[in-house]
């Protein structure tokens, strides 16, 4: 009896092998092309793409067939039905419209439409439409009043509208083409991504103005044409002559046009975060000195661009950074919503016009991101933050006494949308187990589950994510960390490693999200056999204040100290192969990349550096001087954090990358370093991507991770 059940058993052990054999083997790889162009297309979570609330309304609208058909349903009932097609408007119109992308709602009925230049309104339910505005093939940052009558935009530098009639005015002519009205300034720093803005009632525009004439030039290569040609942009490096910003305010009625420069006298001082008060009599703007360490939020009064008042002050020895314009929660008030970080986490302040603080709505120990809207009295106040843990990006309400309430009920990443009267929150969220779910919150708080994705990476071959915290250089500090391991992972054997690294400020890479915030050519490097590594370390984004200035003077200093201990983690595992580790990033990763490679030589076999800053003096004035002041103030800190010193201490395999049109970080960089390297009789690689900007997109971008991917495989062995 005794043999026969041990027969039994080894052939139920030896089925169990062949049955897990036969699975495995019927799963499908993840080519590394598809891991590039697929992770948000084939291997996208199903999602109600491009929800919109109707105006006025709570019904709501999202797009299948690849932004093709509108979908709408209501509320109060979630039975979607097709409400127009693309095809439909197009015959209406005679368009050529592929798609809603870019669609806006006009009011309850009516949508906003372009097609080359030609704007159009189109009624959902009577089917039709007409011509709404026209600007020609030279028009940019077309933007619209309100109404979505007037239609204001720019042609080279100069800012013109269209008004009711149609007709074409000129708000400024300048002949220096070096004077810029209506497009971003500062290199979209501190929150700016627009330079027009219509008043409420669309009596006035607003517009940032910048003069760039002392900026120097700076020249790209242009190699289609023959001859090559060179292009000049306009780049302020640290320390150097800076744009010189104005707010210009034109009255519509009577054509007068007048301008706000910095309260200061600094001509090159920054005006940001520009907003109207609901009633149109007063702009705010928040003026911060170019140390960017000194702010002053000012009102000024609309019709004469007169200095009103300044409502508060704030100043930090290590930097000040406004990103968020004043938010009216109420239509009949100039009571506003201020951002501030002043007490170590950005919280929001309720202010009066006249510049009383009515009250601090939030008190928080985590960072609150964005607000997202009010309810129709303007009573409670919708905003995303962080929440305890720094991985989660959550939603909350607070009303105007303080009283703050968690809306979103699930850890993970949200993104949510109010409807227009407040009673109604879509929801939509994904983590670490849960591709994307749709939910829809009503006033109590209630959720009802509208559409959950299935995992599209079911039938393939894909690793895990193990998420941990480990211990920053201080001792003190959790860092969050992730390692990607292959499926077929075995913890009796010794995997090489790949640290991918980007560390610096304004950025996470661990996430609470479906793959944990990675990308999923990591995942399929785990399949070659590899460890794929990532730890967020001080400076980097959504930790509060202390966590991300610990930079500030001294960049790659405490960020690679944080980066060793996560080194120290992985060389503590039994399953690493210690003496095969490699490191890879870009931009700011490509500045961590070669300063680990050549200021901690002993740590990496190979690095790829893609896009880095090597020397902080040739970077610009916006962001470089925030975070390392100038070399006049801080000599000691650019001469520490300069790659370019450091280049005979190479012991690794080292390949530079460089998009050769970077207009970002400039190849003048990269090159300068290989340069150091040729003095210093050392062999490294280099690799251009012609006439790519600062990061590689599109179909080039499956060349680029090959070339990054094989050139570590080849020489971490």
């Known amino acids: 009896m005794k043999t026969n059940y041990i027969m039994i058993r080894n052939f139920i052990l030896l089925l169990s092998v062949f049955f897990i054999t036969s699975t495995q083997a019927q799963l499908k790889k993840i080519t590394l092309e598809d891991a ?28 299948t067939d690849a932004w093709s058909k509108m979908m709408s349903a209501s509320a109060n ?31 309850t009925n009516s949508i ?44 080279g530098n100069n800012l013109y509208y269209l008004n009711n009639n149609k007709e074409k005015i000129t708000v400024t002519n300048e002949s220096n083409k070096d004077i810029v009205s209506g497009q971003s300034i500062a290199r979209n720093e501190f929150g700016i991504t627009n330079g027009i803005f219509w008043s409420p009632k669309s009596s006035y525009i607003a517009f940032y103005q910048k003069d760039q004439s002392d900026v120097a030039d700076y020249p790209l290569l242009d190699i289609t044409q023959t ?51 609901p009633d149109e009599k007063y702009i705010l703007i928040a003026e911060l000195n170019r140390e960017q360490n000194d702010m002053h939020l000012n009102v000024y009064d609309a019709n004469t661009g007169t200095f009103v008042r300044t409502i508060l002050n704030e100043k930090n020895d290590h930097w000040v950074e406004p990103e968020h314009k004043a938010f009216f929660p109420r239509s009949n008030s100039n009571n506003f919503v201020w951002f501030s970080e002043k007490d170590g986490f950005q919280n ?3 202010y009066s016009i006249e510049g009383k603080l009515i009250k601090q709505l939030t008190t928080n120990t985590f960072p609150a991101r964005e607000i997202l809207g009010a309810n129709l009295k303007g009573t409670e106040i919708y905003f995303k933050a962080t929440g305890e843990n720094g991985m989660n990006m959550l939603v909350y309400k607070v009303d105007l006494k303080g009283k703050q309430t968690l809306v979103t009920k699930d850890l993970g990443v949200h993104n949510v949308t109010v409807s227009p009267d407040g009673n109604w929150i879509f929801d939509e969220f994904s983590n670490h187990s849960t591709p994307s779910k749709s939910l829809l919150y009503d006033k109590n708080l209630k959720a009802t589950t509208l559409l959950e994705s299935k995992n599209k990476y079911d039938g393939y071959e894909i690793g895990t994510a193990e998420i941990k915290t480990i211990k920053a250089a201080d001792g003190v500090t959790d860092l969050y960390s992730r390692l990607i391991k292959p499926s077929h992972f075995d913890p009796n054997k010794k995997y090489p490693v790949l640290v991918y690294v980007y560390g610096g400020p304004h950025a996470q890479l661990v996430t609470n999200s479906f793959l944990d915030g990675a990308n999923l050519w990591m995942y399929w490097m785990a399949e070659q056999g590899y460890l794929v590594f990532t730890v967020d370390n001080r400076g980097s984004d ?68 893609g896009g880095p800053v090597t020397d902080w003096k040739w970077y610009e004035v916006m962001y470089g001087e925030r975070y390392m002041d100038t070399p006049k103030e801080n000599q000691k800190g650019f001469d520490e954090a300069s790659t370019l010193n450091y280049v005979n201490n190479l012991k690794g395999k080292l390949l530079l990358i460089h998009g050769t049109n970077d207009d970002t970080v400039v190849e003048q960089h990269n090159l300068s370093l290989v340069k150091k390297f040729i003095e210093a009789g050392k ?30 495989m080849d020489n971490n062995k």
Not at 80 to 93: D, G
Not at 243 to 267: D, Q
Not at 683 to 703: E, I, L, T
Request: no cysteine.
């Open 36 to 63: 590039v162009l697929q992770q948000n297309k084939k291997f996208g979570a199903d999602k109600l793409t491009g929800f919109q609330w109707i105006p006025n309304s709570n019904n709501y609208v999202y797009y």
């Open 77 to 107: 009932d979630k039975n979607a039905k097709t409400l127009v097609s693309i095809t439909e408007i197009n015959t209406a119109l005679g368009t050529q419209l592929k798609s809603f992308i870019g669609v806006q709602w006009m009011d």
């Open 112 to 155: 906003v439409l372009s097609d080359n230049g030609k704007y159009y309104t189109y009624n959902v339910i009577l089917k039709s439409g007409k011509l709404l505005q026209e600007t020609n093939e030279n028009a940019e940052n077309q933007t619209f009043d309100s109404h979505f009558n007037q239609l204001a935009f720019t042609e």
């Open 227 to 277: 001859p090559g040609k060179l292009v000049s942009i306009k780049y302020p490096m640290i320390g150097q002559k800076s744009e010189k910003p104005r707010v210009g305010i034109y009255n519509l009625n009577t054509k007068n046009l007048f301008y706000i420069s910095p309260k200061s006298g600094v001509v090159e001082d920054y005006l940001t975060n520009l907003a109207w008060t």
């Open 348 to 350: 929001l302040y309720y």
């Open 542 to 609: 959504n930790r509060g204040f202390a966590f991300e200035s610990v930079i500030h003077g001294h960049l790659g200093v405490n960020e690679m100290e944080d980066q060793l201990k996560g080194v120290d983690y992985l060389k503590s595992l039994p399953y690493v192969d210690a003496n095969r580790l490699a490191v890879h990033g870009w931009s700011f990763g490509g500045f961590m990349t070669t300063s680990l490679m050549l200021r901690k030589a002993d740590t990496f076999k190979v690095g790829v550096a």
């Open 683 to 712: 062999q490294v690689d280099y690799f251009p991507y012609p006439m790519h900007k600062h990061n590689v997109q599109g179909k080039d971008r499956v060349h680029l991770m090959t070339k990054v991917l094989n050139y570590i």
